[in-house]
């Protein structure tokens, strides 16, 4: 496949950061990867300048009909979730639905795809204070306020702006697989897969914690260590905790359970091998620390809803 399209959204008093997460992962280059990157282009409204929070103000040569026209559509936010719509954006969401792209939103940006109803009968988040709301005004919405973000296939959102980072980071990895995804995750300093939800930012500050750093170096040594068994009583010996004062900690670093941690990171070292080798399943579930193929296949399935073999193979096609 050849250079893909992205669109996003600039609108008047938006804030630098929402667009940035996306100029930042697909309209930068990158020159230590071999793929030809994201066509990026900002789209406005109008070609008149918009203000951006902190007096700067932006202009652009691109219309809504280049924002409907990219592979990959991006509202990053709204002003108000409470406000309207303009007919205009909607037509142009509507358009592009129609011609196959892909509708992605950040944070409040839901509340545009709901008003252009490419989110009826669908799953969908938006940032944890406006998930009531979003239930309210557009009941053929299934509203999840837990994810970081969903994936429909065609239209994808996400949580709060941070959250916009995990999602674009997904959606590299849908289009050039987990090798890239993960490059790019760290060359923005993220993780490229973060496990739990948002309910763990909900009103819960954490303060700081000496243990935390105790943690994070259990979690860097069961990385080294996935095909091994780990339970949490290796992982709390690693960190020099008790079992039980383990659990708290981990829980109040990442938002999860020690499982759930370890099969996130499982899935995505099976990724890799997916994509990079031709070994059998069988081996990859074994080096990916799964039990047996059957566990893999399980766990594959619920968090990418396909099969370890239709990834390899869906991946190869995609990429020869």
Not at 48 to 53: S, T, Y
Request: net charge negative.
């Amino acid at each position: 496949m050849g250079q893909r399209s992205v669109s996003v959204l600039g609108y008047d008093g938006m804030t630098a950061f929402e667009a940035g997460i996306v100029i930042e992962v697909f309209g930068l280059a990158w020159p230590d990867i071999d793929e030809p990157w994201y066509e990026l282009k900002v789209c406005t409204e109008t070609p008149d300048p918009i203000r951006v929070l902190g007096g700067a103000t932006m202009s652009s040569p691109y219309g809504l009909e280049e924002f409907a026209a990219a592979d990959t559509v991006v509202i990053p936010s709204v002003v108000d979730p409470r406000g309207e719509t303009s007919p205009e954006l909607i037509a142009a969401l509507q358009k592009a639905h129609r011609r196959g792209a892909r509708i992605v939103s950040i944070c409040s940006g839901a509340f545009a795809l709901a008003a252009a109803g490419v989110l009826d009968g669908r799953r969908a988040t938006t940032h944890w204070r406006y998930a009531d709301l979003l239930r309210e005004r557009y009941p053929k919405i299934v509203v999840d306020p837990e994810p970081l973000y969903t994936d429909e296939g065609d239209v994808l959102t996400s949580a709060g702006c941070a959250a916009g980072l995990d999602l674009a980071v997904h959606l590299v990895r849908k289009d050039y697989g987990a090798a890239v995804a993960n490059a790019i995750a760290r060359r923005l300093v993220i993780q490229p897969y973060r496990s739990g939800g948002q309910a763990q930012y909900i009103e819960s500050p954490v303060p700081p914690d000496p243990d935390d750093a105790s943690v994070a170096q259990s979690l860097g040594w069961a990385l080294e260590h996935l095909a091994e068994p780990i339970g949490v009583p290796d992982l709390a010996k690693q960190a020099g905790l008790s079992p039980r004062t383990y659990l708290r900690h981990f829980a109040k670093a990442t938002g999860t359970t020690p499982g759930k941690w370890l099969i996130a990171q499982r899935i995505q070292a099976a990724l890799t091998m997916l994509e990079t080798g031709d070994a059998p399943v069988e081996e990859i579930a074994l080096a990916a620390g799964f039990a047996t193929p059957v566990t893999l296949r399980h766990h594959f399935a619920k968090q990418l809803h396909t099969s370890p073999s239709a990834y390899r193979r869906t991946f190869r096609a995609r990429h020869s």
